[in-house]
């Protein structure tokens, strides 16, 4: 079983507030499907929750009553963009079933609490691919807040024991600058945490829950006991395939743990 992040830099046009990437992921899904392995999927919000989670500070908690349209609005935005997924996956022949975060599950100070482990367990017992993603959930100590699909994983890491972990992006992999403003930035293929703390990788656009060093940071969370997690180029064709079935692909891997 490979969990997957399809980043929403990738499913998305970040910059454009609903701009789906439909070509891009309907890709993504054939390619999922011509790997032939076994799934989970977890994805981003992109510019279906970070122009708006930005604009009224959701992350911060509950502010004022005029937060209250913006958090409906973007769990709407990132509902149909879940089903704009779950549609790609379905079309490629994976069946797949959306299972909305905020709708089944809370957080406490930020800590998503993962209860219901029997409803994704069950789809997957049924050959049903759970789709979850980033999304503003009930808090019980801020009211609401962010819920990342990189916090997902690590939770699904937990009780699901997943022989390999793919991060797709829209870069090959993690840079020592960032490569957007840097042309002579290096790439590495892996990372550890002494890479990590020496890396400047700052995001370029409007991202409420962290750039590419926030991404690795997470990666390597859940890079210990022997598991493979890569971050990989998702708008380069083939390059999920290849990282599905085991083949030589450019990308990051992260080695070693956090600690
Ligand atoms: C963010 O989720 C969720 C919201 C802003 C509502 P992610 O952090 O996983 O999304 P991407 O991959 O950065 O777009």
Request: with cysteine.
């Amino acid at each position: 079983m490979i969990l997957i992040k399809l980043g929403g830099s990738v499913i998305t046009d970040k910059r454009e507030y609903r701009r789906f990437n439909r070509e891009a992921v309907s890709r993504l899904c054939r390619e999922i499907r011509e790997s032939g392995k076994e799934v989970v999927v977890v994805h981003g919000a992109g510019s279906f929750g970070h122009v708006l989670a930005k604009k009224h500070a959701l992350n911060d908690g509950y502010r004022d009553p005029e937060q209250i349209p913006a958090v409906a609005q973007v769990c709407y935005d990132v509902r149909d963009l879940s089903g704009m997924v779950v549609a790609e996956l379905n079309a490629a022949g994976i069946p797949s079933v959306s299972v909305p975060p905020g709708s089944c599950m809370v957080m406490d100070d930020r800590s998503l609490v993962m209860d219901r482990q029997e409803v994704i367990l069950r789809f997957i017992g049924k050959g049903i691919v759970p789709v979850m993603f980033g999304d503003v959930v009930m808090d019980r100590a801020l009211g609401f807040a962010i819920l990342s699909g990189d916090q997902i994983m690590e939770r699904l890491a937990e009780f699901i024991d997943f022989e390999k972990v793919i991060f797709v992006s829209d870069i090959d992999g993690l840079y020592d600058c960032d490569p957007k403003s840097n042309r002579d930035a290096a790439l590495y293929e892996t990372v550890t945490m002494e890479t990590l703390e020496c890396v400047d990788a700052g995001s370029s656009v409007d991202d409420v829950t962290g750039g590419v060093a926030e991404k690795m940071r997470w990666m390597l969370r859940m890079s210990g006991h022997g598991r493979e997690c890569m971050l990989i180029n998702g708008n380069v064709p083939g390059r999920l395939r290849s990282a599905l079935m085991g083949e030589e692909t450019v990308c990051t891997r992260a080695v070693g743990g956090l600690s």
